[in-house]
Nanobody, 127 residues
Framework: MSSCRRLGGGLVQPGGSLRLSCVAS????????IGWFRQAPGKEREGVSY????????FYAASVKGRFTISRDNAKNTVYLQMNTLKPEDTAIYYC????????????????????WGKGTLVTVSS
């Protein structure tokens, strides 16, 4: 994978929504599992969500389940993270990451299982 660009991010009020995009160049994202991770100030980076290659099965951290949705558009070679009902504790730098490995529920959130990383984008949830 030559690059994985992330788009989106910014400032939003609590309860608002944002959509992040991860756009790949050089390869088809269909061949990769894509994860979204985030790092809040003073905290370690954590897994937010993951979509498996091929099957499209999805996984979420408990803290975002029901509020965030990960999806992929193979025609646009893009993976999205739709974030709804945002909370101040969602404030973090968000990263997309990719791996050709088929990760499962017990392994997707371990960042060392990811092989490629995009640059982070800051999401700030504040009134």
């Amino acid at each position: 994978m030559s690059s994985c660009r992330r788009l989106g991010g910014g400032l939003v009020q609590p309860g608002g929504s944002l959509r992040l995009s991860c756009v790949a160049s050089g390869v088809s994202l269909y061949s990769y599992g894509i994860g979204w991770f985030r790092q809040a100030p003073g905290k370690e980076r954590e897994g937010v969500s993951y979509i498996r290659r091929s099957s499209g099965s999805t996984f979420y951290a408990a803290s975002v389940k029901g509020r965030f949705t990960i999806s992929r558009d193979n025609a646009k070679n893009t993976v999205y993270l739709q974030m709804n009902t945002l909370k101040p504790e969602d404030t973090a730098i968000y990263y997309c990451a990719a791996t050709p490995k088929g990760l499962i529920a017990s392994s997707w959130s371990t960042e060392t299982n990811m092989d490629y990383w995009g640059k982070g984008t800051l999401v700030t949830v504040s009134s």
